[in-house]
């Protein structure tokens, strides 16, 4: 996928409407579109504009890395989010290829994250969705580790809980690390890209013990 300036790339960050599912793990890529918004706002540079904010999704185009992109968050909830997803694309004349799907990973502790080109869903239903409306599984995808419950049979409660306040301070350095490496990825490509997001790990300090010591924080 080189440096992307063929297309304009699309970042679709997964999660589900209404505060109260704000915090919860499930809306982990909501999170981190979160922090590109507010980015965005403070830096007349970024270029944000609204172009649509109700309806089956929010979206925006702003300038990421020096690329222009447009950034959605699905409103349709997470098991049809790829509804969404179709629509913009006919709608903006984009190519499933160039999405970028920012969700939550059960198979990454909470901490580490992951960029990859196409694979599996591993049972994520927003994943799913896309595949299903866009006829493609070959995006690419920002993994954000959650880590797993002790039991399979919790994975549907514990997606849907909140991140204790230790993990969420996890989580907000997981965020500032991720909108590096997606800058970087338009910047200078995938490969330099994933070398930096697959290495990420928690900065070490005096509380970081306790941070991963929470029950849960690395599933």
Same mark, same amino acid.
């Given at each position: 996928?080189? @440096?992307?300036?063929?297309? @304009?790339?699309?970042? #679709?960050?997964?999660? +589900?409407?209404?505060?109260? =599912?704000?915090?919860? /793990?499930?809306? $982990?890529? $909501? ?5 590109? !918004?507010?980015? &965005?706002?403070? /830096? ?15 979206? =925006? ?17 997470? +098991? ?9 694309? *006919?709608? %903006? *004349? ?5 999405? #970028?799907?920012? %969700? ?12 990859? /080109?196409?694979? *599996?869903? +591993? ?9 299903? %409306? ?5 995006? !690419?995808?920002? /993994? ?19 991140? @204790? ?8 350095? #997981? ?15 995938? +490969? ?6 697959? &290495? ?13 010591? @929470? ?5």
């Amino acid at each position: 996928m080189g @440096t992307l300036m063929d297309s @304009t790339p699309l970042i #679709v960050a997964l999660g +589900n409407p209404g505060p109260q =599912y704000e915090r919860t /793990r499930h809306n $982990f890529g $909501f999170l981190v579109a979160q922090a590109m !918004l507010e980015q &965005a706002a403070s /830096r007349k540079s970024m270029a944000l504009k609204t172009l649509q904010s109700g309806g089956d999704y929010e979206l =925006y185009s702003l300038v990421f890395g020096g690329k222009a992109c447009l950034l959605t968050r699905p409103l349709t909830y997470m +098991n049809l989010s790829g509804k969404a997803v179709a629509r913009i694309l *006919g709608k %903006h *004349g984009a190519s499933a290829t160039d999405i #970028v799907v920012l %969700h939550d990973e059960l198979d990454l502790p909470l901490g580490r994250m992951k960029l990859k /080109r196409a694979g *599996g869903s +591993n049972g994520h239903r927003g994943i799913e969705s896309i595949v299903e %409306h866009t006829g493609t599984g070959d995006f !690419l995808r920002l /993994r954000l580790g959650i880590g797993r419950p002790q039991y399979a049979g919790e994975v549907a409660k514990y997606v849907l809980e909140e991140f @204790t306040p230790a993990e969420f301070a996890v989580v907000d350095d #997981v965020r500032q690390a991720a909108l590096k490496g997606l800058a970087l990825l338009f910047r200078r490509g995938l +490969n330099d890209a994933v070398q930096m997001l697959n &290495a990420f790990r928690v900065p070490e300090g005096p509380d970081q013990s306790e941070k991963m010591d @929470t029950p849960g924080a690395l599933g």
